[in-house]
């Protein structure tokens, strides 16, 4: 079946501007995770979301980066007024209900380049 | 809290030649333990797992990662390195089981193989 899906593949913005990132999970898995990957920090966890819980954002590192989850599917990451420190590989993953669920399955992530 | 350390940035090998990439984590109960490969340019494919039982895991691709509870330690090897091998290898540490699962991710070893 298909995997995770991530669009853009590349975004490239100027200082200051607005981004949203999306992504499409595996069919089926109820869990959605968003991290970063950049040069300084490495991969970091910025938001999960699970069913219809309340997401976990305690990764977000400010009130610039928010995210949502629409009909417990498709996930939009949005960066308000980027930053040059912006800039990083934004991946997400998902996981299944029961078992196997501790299993995340990554997609191909959007590299952002903030000008 | 949780932390992954891969003490090795870069490591090269020759084509053929055997391989040893360490982790070492810091959690306060059982982990799920995690190692990723990321080829350039590519999403993270999950290479193995260890959640319990057996400390010595089989993954694909010829790897496997032994558990060491004593040491902290999940290093994954492999007896003989192909060149389609040199990637990006990360070692990862998960959550409480049963809850938010997000993982804490090593800052990466890089693999280069010699022909």
């Known amino acids: 079946g298909a995997g995770v899906s991530q669009s853009p593949s590349n975004k490239v913005t100027e200082k200051g501007k607005d981004v949203e990132l999306r992504c499409d999970p595996i069919?089926?898995?109820?869990?959605l995770y968003w991290y970063r990957q950049s040069l300084g920090q490495g991969l970091e966890f910025l938001i999960y979301f699970q069913g219809n819980s309340a997401p976990d954002k305690s990764g977000l590192p400010s009130d610039r980066f928010s995210a949502e989850r629409t009909g417990g599917s498709v996930s939009t990451l949005t960066i308000q007024r980027t930053q040059q420190e912006d800039s990083a590989v934004y991946l997400c993953?998902?996981?299944?209900?029961?078992?196997?669920?501790?299993?995340?399955?990554f997609g191909p992530g959007t590299r952002l380049l903030v000008l | 809290a949780q932390s992954v350390t891969q003490p090795d940035i870069h490591i090269t090998v020759s084509e053929g030649a055997s391989l040893e990439l360490r982790c070492n984590y810091s959690?306060?109960?059982?982990?799920?333990l995690f190692w990723y490969v990321q080829s350039p340019g590519q999403g993270l494919q999950l290479l193995l797992k260890?959640?319990?039982?057996?400390?010595l895991v089989q993954g694909i691709k010829g790897f496997e990662a032994e558990f060491k509870r004593s040491q902290s330690s999940f290093n994954l090897r492999k007896p003989s390195v192909h060149w389609s091998d040199a990637a990006e290898y990360f070692c990862?540490?998960?959550?409480?089981?049963?809850?938010?699962?997000?993982?804490?991710f090593g800052g990466g070893t890089r693999v280069l193989v010699k022909p």
């Open positions: 990862a540490v998960g959550g409480p089981q049963g809850a938010g699962n997000k993982l804490t």
């Open positions: 959690y306060g109960a059982t982990p799920y």
């Open positions: 069919s089926g898995h109820t869990a």
């Open positions: 993953a998902s996981s299944p209900r029961g078992p196997g669920r501790e299993t995340q399955y």
């Open positions: 260890y959640f319990s039982g057996d400390t």
